[in-house]
């Protein structure tokens, strides 16, 4: 259920967006059986579209990744960024990624580990979580 909705969440926002946006999503989940906590992953989703650089001359880009391996839920979101992007970002109050954080840690306490890369072009996020 939650992989359905995050595959129609980037349809969704592949129509809504400009078409100087390259999406590149990657969901393979292989393992059955295993089970997350709803509206997880949509979180780091969100903000790959909504801190997405709008650069007129050169690509814009969102790269997502979630995949199982051995009882593993693995949760990379990438997009391009510009410099403006970070004054948008330090205006934001970041509840999101907040609220992230304090439900992983009372769900998946130990079990999960997210983790953030900012660079001048690019933001990364990955999201670990073990679901055995």
């Known amino acids: 259920m ?3 909705y995050i595959k129609n969440y980037i349809a969704f926002q592949r129509l809504r967006k ?10 393979d989940i292989c393992e059955t059986g295993l089970k997350i906590a709803p509206l997880l992953l949509v979180v780091p989703i ?3 579209f ?8 050169k690509e814009n880009i969102i790269t997502i990744k979630i995949y199982t391996k051995a009882g593993f839920l693995y949760c990379s979101c990438m997009n391009s960024k510009d410099f403006q992007q970070d004054g948008i970002a330090k205006m934001s109050n970041g509840i999101g ?3 992230l954080k304090r439900r992983l840690e009372l769900l998946y306490s130990e079990k999960y580990e997210l983790t953030t890369n900012i660079n001048s072009d690019f933001y990364e996020s990955n999201l670990n979580i073990e679901l055995t």
């Not at 400009?18 to 969901?27: F, K, N």
């Not at 909504?50 to 001359?57: A, G, L, M, R, T």
């Open 97 to 99: 990624i907040a609220n």
């Open 18 to 27: 400009d078409e100087d946006l390259i999406v590149d999503s990657q969901i």
């Open 50 to 57: 909504k801190f997405v650089s709008n650069f007129s001359d």
């Open 2 to 4: 939650e992989i359905e």
């Open 46 to 48: 969100e903000n790959a």
